[in-house]
């Protein structure tokens, strides 16, 4: 299991966070299975190769899959970060992570459709074949419309899933007494949970977008924030923890 090799060879621990979590925990098998799942059915769900076509497409398609096992393994990573750190096992904190797991799966197919048509337009493929209808499908459901349904489901798919991790965050740092966590490792939850907070808003932005304006690419647009507030966000938390350590 690659989290049981990790914690052995405490390769990626923190070094100004002492980690809480011991042995692995029923928790955290159970969501690696989850995990793992979830990158096998992307897998499978991009390799339908059966003439030299195929597998030509599925090259071409490539930097659409990486992006979702890129996101998968970034969600894994926080993860398992959060229980090495924290190590929590209460009723509350396996609700959350439940419900964690559940959008992680519900949003990783969701994105991969997502990612192919931006791909699609980057290297400029015709993208009316993802929208089309199957000949029994009911009511007539517009390429434009199912794009905002589209736009819809990720945005609230983000809200809920980063959400949740804030509120994750949010739960290690009310019981920070108990944890006994000194200051540094209160400022790194808290610049854990700003984190997760800025994507959370961010993905409000969005939807409100969409909302008001019916126009899916505008709403996209606003995920180009991330970058352009995580950045700062991130130097100005970090400048504040190399205080923390010098004093």
Known sequence: MIREHLFNKKLGADSLFRWRGGEVSRIEGFSDGVFAITITLLMVSSSTSDT???IW???RDLPAFLICFAF???TWFEHYRFFRRYGLEDIVTIMLNSLFLLLVILLAFPLKFLTTFLWYLIIDVDTTSLFILPPDAHGLIAELTQRKYM???YGFSLIGLFG???LMHFRAWLVRRELELDKIEIRLTIIALTHQLITFFIAILSVIILAITDNPGLSGIAYFLMPLVHCPV??????QVK????L
């Open 52 to 54: 030299l076509f195929d």
């Open 57 to 59: 497409l599925t090259v």
């Open 72 to 74: 998968v393994i970034y």
């Open 151 to 153: 736009m819809y489901f």
């Open 164 to 166: 949740v991790m804030a």
């Open 234 to 239: 991130g130097i100005y938390h970090g400048y």
């Open 243 to 246: 205080r923390l350590v010098t």
